[in-house]
T-cell receptor
Framework: KAGVTQTPRYLIKTRGQQVTLSCSPI?????VSWYQQTPGQGLQFLFE???????NKGNFPGRFSGRQFSNSRSEMNVSTLELGDSALYLC????????????FGPGTRLTVT | AQTVTQSQPEMSVQEAETVTLSCTYDTSESDYYLFWYKQPPSRQMILVIRQEAYKQQNATENRFSVNFQKAAKSFSLKISDSQLGDAAMYFC????????????FGSGTQLTVLP
C-alpha cells in the first residue's frame, strides 16, 4: 500500500504570494491532518479534515486554510505569505482519526523570500 | 491545554549501548495516548511506539520500550542495542482520547549514535 504523498516537496515563494500544498492520504484513509514544523515553534497542529469537513483547527491565522476532496485528498492554502511561514508542512493520514494511528508524509519544504 | 516537555535537546550513545530519552507532560485528562516519533534526516516522521494511558503495562516494540509513569506524568523511551540507523530527532507526543484528535509534540531530542 502506498504511503502518504505530498506535493510539491520543495517550494520557494515570495512574500505576499499565496501557495497551495497537496496531500494524498493512504488509500482508504479518510482523515487528514496538517502540521507546521519550524525551528522556533516546533511542530504545531494546523487542522484536520474528515470526510470533506474540517473537524478540528489549531491556533493559526485565517490566512491558513484547507479543504478535502471526496477522494480524501487534501489541500492547504496559505495566502499573503509572510517570511515566518517558511517551514516544513507535514500531512498525516489515518483511517478515521480518533484512536487510529497517524501516518506522516515526507513533507513540503516552503521557503518564503 | 496539554503540554509536552523534552528537557534533553541532544543525547548521544555508543553503538550497541542503551539510551533513555525523557519526556514529561501536563494534562488534566485521565484517558489519552502517548507516542514517540522518530524523524531522521529525510524528515519523514515515523511512529516508534504508542502507549494508551489506561494500560498499566509498558509498551515494547523490539529494541524500543517505554517507562510510563502516569502519576508522575512521565513517559521515557529506552533504546536498547543502539544502531547507527537510530540516529534521528525523537519527538514525544500526546493525543487526547476524546474529540481533540491532534498530536501535541514536545520540542524533540536529537540522538547521535557513535560508532
Amino acid at each position: 500500500k502506498a504511503g502518504v504523498t505530498q506535493t510539491p516537496r520543495y517550494l520557494i515563494k515570495t512574500r505576499g504570494q499565496q501557495v497551495t500544498l497537496s496531500c494524498s492520504p493512504i488509500s482508504g484513509h479518510r482523515s487528514v491532518s496538517w502540521y507546521q514544523q519550524t525551528p522556533g515553534q516546533g511542530l504545531q497542529f494546523l487542522f484536520e479534515y474528515f470526510s470533506e469537513t474540517q473537524r478540528n483547527k489549531g491556533n493559526f491565522p485565517g490566512r491558513f486554510s484547507g479543504r478535502q476532496f471526496s477522494n480524501s485528498r487534501s489541500e492547504m492554502n496559505v495566502s499573503t505569505l509572510e517570511l515566518g511561514d517558511s517551514a516544513l508542512y507535514l500531512c498525516a493520514s489515518s483511517y478515521r482519526g480518533g484512536q487510529d494511528e497517524q501516518y506522516f508524509g515526507p513533507g513540503t519544504r516552503l521557503t518564503v523570500t | 491545554a496539554q503540554t509536552v516537555t523534552q528537557s534533553q535537546p541532544e543525547m548521544s550513545v555508543q553503538e550497541a549501548e542503551t539510551v533513555t530519552l525523557s519526556c514529561t507532560y501536563d494534562t488534566s485528562e485521565s484517558d489519552y495516548y502517548l507516542f514517540w516519533y522518530k524523524q531522521p534526516p529525510s524528515r519523514q516522521m515515523i511512529l516508534v511506539i504508542r502507549q494508551e494511558a489506561y494500560k498499566q503495562q509498558n509498551a515494547t516494540e523490539n529494541r524500543f520500550s517505554v517507562n510510563f509513569q502516569k502519576a508522575a506524568k512521565s513517559f521515557s523511551l529506552k533504546i536498547s542495542d543502539s544502531q547507527l540507523g537510530d540516529a534521528a530527532m525523537y519527538f514525544c507526543a500526546y493525543r487526547s482520547w476524546g474529540s481533540a484528535r491532534q498530536l501535541t509534540f514536545g520540542s524533540g531530542t536529537q540522538l547521535t549514535v557513535l560508532p
